[in-house]
Nanobody
Framework: QVQLVESGGGSVQSGGSLRLSCVVSGYAYSNYCMGWFRQAPGKEREGVASIDSEGSTSYANSVKGRFTISQDNAKNTLYLQMNTLKPEDTAMYYC????????????????????WGKGTLVTISL
């Protein structure tokens, strides 16, 4: 059974940093894409960044240059380093995965993701 468990959310002031983690278990695809998504209150879920099994990455324009996605395969963990945070980054953040995927751009389509974590809340204050 595939499980994704996020952690690292919290409350920080604008301009601050957070690092989210997502521990993955039971996942055995050799070609995959894993991504971070977020959903703010009253808004649709949107993709933030994703990484494929080769380590190639892709980002939404809204976070490019501020967020960095990475993975540690030895620890089965996906990360999202978030710097220069803004109030508009406030949202529930989810990690997700899709198998048999050969591109790093899976953040563009949350409907296509196979597995989801339960989320971790990020709140940015002025």
């Amino acid at each position: 059974q595939v499980q994704l468990v996020e952690s690292g959310g919290g409350s920080v002031q604008s301009g601050g940093s957070l690092r989210l983690s997502c521990v993955v278990s039971g996942y055995a695809y050799s070609n995959y894409c894993m991504g971070w998504f977020r959903q703010a209150p009253g808004k649709e879920r949107e993709g933030v960044a994703s990484i494929d099994s080769e380590g190639s990455t892709s980002y939404a324009n809204s976070v490019k240059g501020r967020f960095t996605i990475s993975q540690d395969n030895a620890k089965n963990t996906l990360y999202l380093q978030m710097n220069t945070l803004k109030p508009e980054d406030t949202a529930m953040y989810y990690c997700a995965a899709v198998g048999d995927y050969y591109s790093p751009h899976c953040w563009k389509s949350y409907d296509g993701m196979d597995y989801w974590g339960k989320g971790t809340l990020v709140t940015i204050s002025l």
